[in-house]
């Protein structure tokens, strides 16, 4: 008895807001709530550091004829070909040896006396022993595992020895000589790993240089280049990848942050609007009020999907918006500010409303009633016993309307309404969509993640709710 | 004593009554409410005043406009109420007239007000301390710490036990009967000449009423102020009040003495009030004995609000409102016929 009679006095010691935190606390919903919503914050804020990967590297591209394709949930483990030939080989130099080296000279096969019988490209290098090396750098980013290099070499007149040099960044050099019959084409093929020839390896990022270098003899030409090396590596794709191959946990801890942002700059936007509309309407009451509550519903009328739609495309090509997003480098984001400045401006409704009529309700209440008379002017009325009040359904209010925020702007960007450059939660689940049958995780992942933000804040939203006033459920 | 003057010029506010004895003194005072259902006419012509150091109570149903009469006479009254007329002079000048500036300084300084239910006046957001000390700062130009000493003092004055430490204490965490008690200390920190307390003890146990009204009592005694004491309870007049005014349907209709009243109530009303009570202690709104119902205040009666429950009314009373007449010295009376109706106990 005596204890009931201790705990209650507990319960209502302190203020308000004491009394509303423990009550808080007692309430399991609302803290899980706190916490998954916490979470979620601190994943968007935390988004570099938690995310294994940068959310734009394409996973596996390197393999030869890879196509980038959605990887299930797990650890990956192998040897990652990067073919460097591409490189040697740039397409859009029409014949790039010619930036390897200048000793080594590109020529004209049908031109340059090597009987034909094998069939080649219309061009190859020619190089001699007087010249320098044909070197090609290679540039690992992980650990590299092996080197495979293969060409075509016709030595013109006496036999040759050909050098292939690969040397590391300590200048520590492997030498394989390769000995050329004379007057054919002779094929080389070489697949150096570990001990096999390849001592300069190394297990960080490095880059070898390789260098073909003719030692005696005459000139060796040189043809079909083909060199790839292959990089260890273990990826962990926690989530799996999407369609591009890009680790989805990564691109969704970033997702965070864009839905977050968005989420949060929208809300902002509807508290500058709604909360002086509805501070007016509620104070000033009778024609003030009547106009503002008319905005009010014709805003609530309005479809709101697709004025929104209607209105981000408008700001979005709007050209003083466009050039002031330039100025201020944020010209790659307009479609995620014109997002958020949609949902600010069709979110404002339910504050305005919550303000007014919970002003309407106080301004009624005995305690104003009593501040007026003892002397206080309306605006200590309106500012010392009228807002502070507000306060605590303004806070529920607004986190309810982040859940809702969070929703929608997923919802946008599964229509397509997001940056191209930037993950967000919505473009994830959109782009999973198409896979679903195939690649659970592509869509479970987003739609999962999408489910416990909102949740989260709505249990916290109804949380507070239940600890600021019991009554006002 | 007090001859109500209809004819005083609008402007000159400066005119008091000619008795330097009298505080407070209500002329023809009418409110109304513009609500969506009409216009509810909650006090029309209603005068009485007040002296100085008097305990006078204001007495009627429920609904009968007592609450609006004595915001009215704060110059209260909100949206969608307007102070039709009438005039409410205070220490010689009209309150109705004064600039929002300066009737700020009278409210909580010299004319405080206590209401029906306790919790509800005292803002949650804040510690009871803060809320007297509230009053003080706004009309004296003291420290914070300095206001804090003077609340705590007012909190012993009234009763509160612990006020050292329940100072910093928010209103839920008060029982009823303290948060009238912070009520009334709040009322009293800048020492009014006039207390206004509606129904103090309505919602409050009938033990503790007796406690506050005693505290009540006690502080009108050493401050020497007036007290207008509003309730529906007659045995709460016949014990603290000197003088009262019967309200009915927004209409005072009678004034006298408590004394007199009990003795010689002249009002068909009053005098209904009077027989149908064997017991002081009842509510006027627990009396099923009156014919009738509660006058509609939106579409009142004519004439004499009283006169479709009043056995003697004639048709002059459904056609002309009877004016208050002083009867005696300080007994006054609102009804064409209370002459002939008394004639046989005169
Ligand atoms: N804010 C308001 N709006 C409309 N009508 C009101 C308002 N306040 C009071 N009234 C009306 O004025 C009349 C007198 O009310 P009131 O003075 O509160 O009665 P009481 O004698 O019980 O204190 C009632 O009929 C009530 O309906
Ligand atoms: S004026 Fe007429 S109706 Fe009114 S109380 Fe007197 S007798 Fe009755
Ligand atoms: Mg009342």
Not at chain 1, 23 to 37: E, M, P, T, V
Not at chain 1, 293 to 309: A, G, Q, S, W
Not at chain 2, 257 to 267: E, M, W
Not at chain 2, 269 to 288: C, E, G, H, V
């Amino acid at each position: 008895m005596l204890r009931k009679k201790y705990k209650k006095a507990e319960e209502l010691s302190g203020s308000q807001l004491a009394i509303a935190f423990r009550r808080f606390r007692k309430n399991k919903a609302g803290l899980l709530g706190l916490i998954l919503s916490t979470g979620v914050i601190l994943m968007a804020l935390l988004a570099d550091v938690l995310a294994p990967y940068d959310p734009a590297t394409y996973f596996l591209i390197h393999y030869p004829g890879y196509v980038p394709s959605y990887q299930p949930p797990g650890v990956k483990e192998g040897a990652q070909l990067f073919d460097y030939t591409n490189y040697v080989f740039n397409p859009s130099f029409e014949f790039p040896l010619s930036e390897w080296s200048n000793d080594w000279q590109i020529i004209n096969l049908n031109t340059s006396g090597i009987p034909s019988g094998i069939e080649h490209g219309s061009h190859a290098a020619r190089g001699s022993s007087q010249g320098g090396e044909l070197t090609q750098d290679i540039t690992a980013y992980k650990d590299l595992f092996f080197i495979e290099l293969s060409f075509e070499a016709y030595v013109v007149g006496e036999p040759a020895t050909l050098s292939v040099i690969f040397t590391n960044e300590d200048g520590k050099e492997d030498q394989i000589d390769l000995t050329l019959s004379e007057n054919r084409w002779n094929s080389v093929v070489l697949a150096l790993q570990d001990d096999y020839g390849l001592s300069v390896r190394k297990e960080k990022q490095e880059s070898i240089k390789m260098s073909l270098r003719v030692n005696t003899g005459s000139d060796v030409i040189v043809d079909n280049f083909n060199l790839k090396a292959g990089e260890y590596f273990k990826n962990v794709h926690y989530m799996g990848t999407n369609y591009k191959s890009e680790d989805l946990f990564s691109r969704l801890v970033h997702g965070a942050r864009v839905s977050l942002l968005v989420s949060f700059g929208a809300i902002f936007i509807s508290l500058f609007i709604g909360l002086p509309l509805g501070l007016v309407a509620g104070y000033y009451r009778g024609k003030v009020d009547e106009i503002v509550m008319r905005i009010t519903d014709v805003f609530l009328t309005l479809p709101f999907y697709f004025v929104m739609i209607l209105v981000i495309v408008v700001i979005q090509n709007t050209r003083w918006v466009d050039n002031l997003l330039i100025e201020m480098g944020l010209s790659t984001q307009v479609i995620l500010i014109a997002v958020m400045i949609g949902l600010g401006i069709f979110g404002w409704m339910g504050i305005t409303r919550l303000v007014r009529a919970t002003i309407f309700q106080i301004r009624e209440s005995d305690y104003v009633e009593a501040a007026r008379c003892i002397g206080a002017s309306n605006r200590r009325i309106m500012i010392v016993h009228i807002f502070p009040n507000v306060l605590a359904p303004l806070i529920v209010v607004v986190t309810l309307g982040l859940s809702a925020n969070i929703l929608v702007e997923a919802g946008l960007a599964f229509l397509g309404f997001t940056t191209e450059d930037l993950s967000s939660w919505g473009r994830e689940l959109s782009n999973g969509f198409d896979y679903a049958t195939v690649a659970w995780w592509s869509v479970f992942f987003p739609a999962i993640l999408i489910i416990i933000a909102v949740m989260s804040f709505n249990l916290l939203g109804d949380g507070l709710r239940d600890a600021f006033d019991p009554r006002l459920r | 004593m007090t001859t109500v003057e209809k004819s005083i010029s609008e402007d000159d506010i400066k005119i008091s009554s000619e008795d330097d004895d009298i505080l407070v003194d209500v002329r023809d005072l009418t409110t109304y409410f513009y609500t969506e259902f009409g216009i509810v006419k909650a006090v029309e012509g209603v005068s009485f005043h007040i002296k100085k150091g008097e305990f006078f109570g204001l007495v009627g149903e429920s609904g009968c406009g007592k609450t609006v009469t004595a915001l009215s006479c704060l110059n209260l009254v909100r949206f969608p109420g307007m102070i039709e007329g009438g005039q409410v002079f205070f220490k010689g000048k009209d309150v109705l007239k004064l600039k929002d500036k300066d009737i700020r300084k009278i409210r909580g300084a010299e004319i405080s007000m206590i209401f029906q239910d306790p919790l509800s006046s005292l803002n949650p957001v804040f510690t009871v301390g803060e809320q007297i000390a509230e009053v003080i700062s706004l009309h004296e130009d003291v420290k914070k710490d300095v206001a804090k000493e003077r609340a705590i003092k007012l909190m012993e004055e009234v009763g509160i036990p612990l006020a050292q430490e329940r100072v910093d204490d928010y209103p839920h965490q008060f029982s009823g009967g303290m948060r009238q008690r912070v009520m009334i200390s709040r009322a009293l920190s800048c020492n009014p000449t006039l207390l206004i307390a509606d129904e103090p003890t309505t919602a409050l146990d009938v033990t503790i009423q007796a406690q506050i009204l005693e505290i009540i009592r006690g502080l009108q005694k050493k401050f020497g102020m007036s007290v207008l004491l509003i309730t529906h309870n007659l045995g709460i007049i016949a014990e603290n009040c000197q003088r009262v005014g019967v309200m009915y349907g927004g209409h005072i209709v009678e004034t006298a003495a408590v004394k007199t009243i009990y003795k010689d109530p002249r009002h068909p009303y009053t005098q209904a009030l009077m027989a149908a009570i064997p017991r002081l202690d009842l509510s006027i709104d627990k009396l099923q004995t009156l014919p009738g119902s509660v006058p509609d205040l939106i579409d009142p009666p004519t004439g004499c609000r009283f006169h479709p429950r009043c056995s003697y009314a004639t048709s002059k009373c459904a056609e002309v409102v009877p004016p208050l007449k002083i009867w005696t010295s300080d007994h006054e009376v609102a009804c064409h016929h209370h002459e002939e109706i008394n004639a046989s106990k005169d």
